[in-house]
């Protein structure tokens, strides 16, 4: 019988928990993200500003009027071919050039300068020198988490039916990114990553920090390699949290199957069973439900 991973409940030890498991579930672990194995594309083609805001701690909202950005992003690209310093420009200004190259616009003037300063680095091509294969050193296949910069192969379609999920598949791309921004779906509970494009080789490449957004599935379909954290350590409390929500959302969605099956009478070995993880402790961890 599967079970779904939860994070560890060692410091509430001896309180007992009800957990509800489905018999017909597949068996995953706490450092792995994969999903159902169904086809899904991934978005390379629609990222909007609606998206951008969704990643932003500083700017819930951007309603300013746009009709000038033209104007404002041409001031920022002289500023920038006669070597002067971006700090004398507005956040407006430089969100003017993110938005014109499809870039996140999230974040504090200063944060906006430094991608468009990495932008400027990475747009003729010198993302691969800066960020060689030759780094990504650590398989880190099922376990990502926010500030990897991560190496993945992608299926490229040609077309894609969003309802019938299914698609031609065009060719594959190598893409080499940084993890900005990872959650679990609200409806379905599946992984979600936005990978922040530091270079691409294949078919339909994308520029440079383009913000891809990746299911965790196709993250993980052809291994994952990942650059070393000078910080080894501070990747790890980032892993355990993203692990605390992965667990939960699993238990979620074991939750709404198990509430399916019983709307629709399903019996036997594909009923839901509620475990007693006071007498299941020593089997498996997880989330104790109030």
Same mark, same amino acid.
């Given at each position: 019988m599967g079970l779904? =991973?939860?994070?560890d409940?060692?410091?509430r030890?001896?309180?007992?928990a009800?957990?509800c498991?489905?018999s017909?579930s597949?068996s995953?672990?706490?450092s792995s993200?994969?999903?159902?194995?169904e086809?899904?594309?991934?978005s390379?083609?629609?990222?909007? $500003?609606?998206d $951008?805001?969704?990643?932003?701690?500083d700017?819930?909202n951007?309603?300013?009027d746009?009709?000038?950005d033209?104007?404002?992003?041409n001031?920022l690209?002289r500023?920038?071919?006669?070597g002067k310093d971006?700090?004398?420009?507005?956040?407006?200004?430089?969100?003017?050039?993110l938005?014109k190259?499809?870039?996140?616009?999230?974040g504090?003037?200063l944060?906006?300068?430094?991608r468009?300063?990495e932008?400027?680095?990475l747009?003729?091509?010198n993302g691969?020198?800066l960020?060689?294969?030759?780094?990504f050193v650590?398989?880190?296949?099922?376990? =990502?988490?926010?500030?990897d910069?991560?190496?993945?192969?992608?299926?490229?379609?040609?077309k894609?039916?969003?309802?019938?999920?299914h698609g031609r598949?065009?060719g594959?791309?190598?893409? &080499?990114?940084?993890?900005?921004k990872?959650?679990y779906?609200a409806a379905?509970?599946q992984?979600?990553f936005?990978?922040?494009?530091?270079?691409?080789r294949g =078919?339909k490449?994308?520029?440079?920090l383009?913000?891809?957004?990746?299911?965790?599935? $196709?993250?993980?379909k052809m291994?994952?390699f990942?650059q070393?954290?000078?910080n080894?350590?501070?990747?790890?409390i980032?892993?355990a949290?993203k692990h605390?929500?992965?667990g &939960?959302?699993r238990?979620?969605?074991?939750?709404?199957k198990s509430?399916k099956m019983?709307t629709?009478?399903?019996?036997g070995? $594909?009923?839901?069973r509620?475990?007693?993880?006071?007498?299941?402790?020593?089997?498996i961890r997880?989330v104790?439900?109030?």
């Open positions: 779904p =991973v939860l994070d409940m060692s410091a030890e001896g309180k007992r009800f957990i498991i489905s017909s597949s995953s672990s706490s993200d994969e999903e159902d194995d086809p899904v594309e991934d390379d083609d629609d990222y909007s $500003n609606e $951008n805001h969704d990643d932003s701690d700017e819930p951007d309603d300013e746009h009709s000038d033209e104007s404002l992003c001031k690209m500023f920038l071919k006669e971006l700090e004398c420009l507005s956040l407006k200004e430089c969100k003017a050039y938005r190259h499809g870039l996140r616009i999230s504090t003037k944060v906006c300068i430094q468009i300063e932008h400027q680095r747009k003729d091509g691969e020198a960020y060689p294969r030759s780094s650590i398989n880190c296949t099922g376990d =990502v988490c926010k500030g910069v991560v190496l993945f192969t992608q299926k490229v379609y040609q894609f039916d969003k309802m019938k999920r598949i065009f594959k791309r190598v893409i &080499a990114g940084r993890v900005v990872e959650s779906g379905r509970q992984h979600t936005t990978v922040e494009v530091l270079w691409s =078919v490449e994308l520029s440079p383009f913000p891809l957004l990746v299911k965790g599935r $196709n993250l993980y291994k994952t990942r070393r954290w000078s080894e350590a501070e990747r790890s980032v892993l949290e605390r929500r992965g &939960a959302a238990l979620v969605k074991t939750m709404k509430k019983t629709n009478g399903e019996t070995d $594909n009923s839901e509620v475990l007693d993880y006071g007498e299941r402790h020593a089997d997880g104790l439900v109030p």
